[in-house]
């Protein structure tokens, strides 16, 4: 993910990467020397990043979590989270492989958008980007 965003232009200095593994930080401290490098959990977001990004100041949040795989509530307190370091408007961008939205709009006031499914990929991929209502520019919620 880290690698693809790199390679789209985005300035490593400005990622902030939550990683569990101690041995992958290692490797992702080495790659990427300028970017700041969390170690722990990412559905403890607000543990893992109070200290590092204020309240809403980030540009985006870019997730491959298997969140599928979490408890509804899990889900939620990931997304609500995500969202609370977000600066008005910024996405919270989940790709996954499930057939269904990783939530059922279960997050009230939140806009979800939903690329097209990528068929090629196997398993199929979709990317889902999640959005406070304050951004004047949303495509809407957008369902399985």
């Not at 693809?4 to 992958?24: K, S």
């Not at 996405?91 to 997050?107: E, I, K, N, S």
């Amino acid at each position: 993910m880290t690698e693809a965003l790199v390679a789209r232009g985005v300035d490593p200095a400005r990622l902030v990467l939550v990683e569990f593994n101690p041995m992958f930080c290692r490797l992702l401290r080495t790659r990427y020397p300028t970017a700041t490098i969390v170690q722990g959990d990412a559905y403890g977001l607000r543990r893992a990043l109070s200290d590092v990004v204020p309240q809403h100041t980030a540009a985006a949040v870019v997730s491959s979590l298997p969140i599928v795989t979490k408890p509804i509530r899990a889900r939620l307190r990931l997304v609500n989270e995500a969202l609370s370091f977000l600066s008005s408007g910024a996405p919270f961008v989940q790709f996954t492989y499930a057939v269904g939205p990783p939530l059922q709009r279960a997050l009230s006031g939140v806009l979800a958008e939903a690329s097209e499914r990528i068929w090629l990929n196997l398993p199929p991929a979709r990317v889902w980007i999640y959005r406070r209502p304050d951004f004047p520019g949303h495509l809407g919620r957008c369902g399985a």
